[in-house]
């Protein structure tokens, strides 16, 4: 039988109260810290140890709340940071929508789609470029592409400049639809004006893909 053991962090079922907080919090809205120790089976002195700590990190809010005579209630709720640590499946929504445009207007329908990507973002970014000269056009590419969580860097080489993308985040949708890894070259290729080649890439099991930038004869 679970036994009580006051003011110590827990684990439910080998989850953390932590989580279960978070959970009862979302299902329920505003709970006081006793009626989420009724529901956890914990003391209220361990709930409000853990709602203190999620408080101080931004994902709880309290509220007082005033019910008849004596002190307000003190009610938790979550807050918009706290939708982060609940599980996503952006990339299985991705996969899926991006199957049934395959399907609806075969591989060419994904080519252009990415391709039409690539457009729009780098008609955003083209005129913060246009007076400025290749090398800090370049720096500033790799730079918002680095912003998507990539972990870009550039090195130069003989051949040109290499852009390598450590980290992808869209790696299981990539690996099934490889049109996806055409929106990079495609961004750089517009943006800076010159030929893009691929040099690594994780559809040949390298553990990143990186790109070469050919510095054009004219750099302004």
């Given at each position: 039988?679970?036994?009580?053991r006051p003011?110590?962090?827990?684990?439910i079922?080998?989850?953390?109260t932590?989580?279960e907080?978070?959970?009862?919090?979302?299902?329920?809205?505003r709970?006081?810290?006793e009626?989420?120790?009724?529901d956890?089976?914990?003391t209220?002195?361990a709930?409000?140890?853990?709602?203190?700590n999620?408080?101080?990190d931004?994902?709880?809010?309290?509220?007082p709340?005033?019910?008849?005579?004596?002190?307000?209630?003190?009610?938790f709720s979550?807050?918009?940071r706290?939708d982060s640590?609940?599980?996503k499946?952006y990339g299985?929504?991705?996969t899926?929508?991006?199957?049934?445009?395959?399907?609806?207007?075969?591989?060419e329908?994904?080519?252009?789609?990415f391709?039409?990507?690539?457009?729009?973002?780098?008609?955003?970014l083209q005129?913060a470029?246009?007076s400025l000269?290749?090398?800090?056009?370049?720096?500033r590419?790799?730079?918002?592409?680095?912003r998507?969580?990539?972990?870009?860097?550039?090195?130069?080489?003989?051949e040109g400049?290499?852009v390598?993308?450590?980290?992808?985040?869209?790696r299981?949708?990539?690996?099934k639809?490889?049109?996806?890894?055409t929106?990079?070259?495609q961004?750089m290729?517009?943006?800076l004006?010159t030929n893009i080649?691929?040099?690594?890439?994780?559809?040949?099991h390298?553990p990143?893909?990186?790109?070469v930038?050919?510095r054009?004869?004219h750099?302004?």
């Amino acid at each position: 039988m679970f036994r009580l053991r006051p003011d110590v962090p827990f684990m439910i079922a080998g989850r953390s109260t932590r989580m279960e907080v978070l959970e009862l919090l979302r299902r329920k809205g505003r709970c006081s810290a006793e009626t989420i120790a009724g529901d956890l089976g914990v003391t209220p002195n361990a709930v409000r140890q853990h709602l203190t700590n999620l408080e101080r990190d931004g994902f709880v809010v309290s509220h007082p709340e005033r019910s008849g005579r004596g002190r307000p209630a003190l009610l938790f709720s979550l807050t918009e940071r706290a939708d982060s640590v609940f599980p996503k499946r952006y990339g299985q929504l991705a996969t899926m929508v991006l199957q049934e445009v395959q399907e609806m207007g075969g591989p060419e329908a994904l080519d252009e789609v990415f391709s039409r990507v690539a457009a729009r973002h780098a008609d955003a970014l083209q005129p913060a470029l246009d007076s400025l000269e290749f090398d800090e056009k370049l720096r500033r590419v790799v730079a918002w592409i680095g912003r998507a969580g990539t972990l870009a860097e550039q090195t130069e080489t003989e051949e040109g400049v290499k852009v390598t993308i450590h980290n992808c985040p869209f790696r299981n949708t990539a690996l099934k639809f490889p049109q996806v890894c055409t929106i990079t070259p495609q961004l750089m290729s517009r943006l800076l004006d010159t030929n893009i080649s691929q040099a690594d890439s994780i559809h040949r099991h390298d553990p990143y893909c990186s790109f070469v930038v050919k510095r054009p004869t004219h750099t302004h």
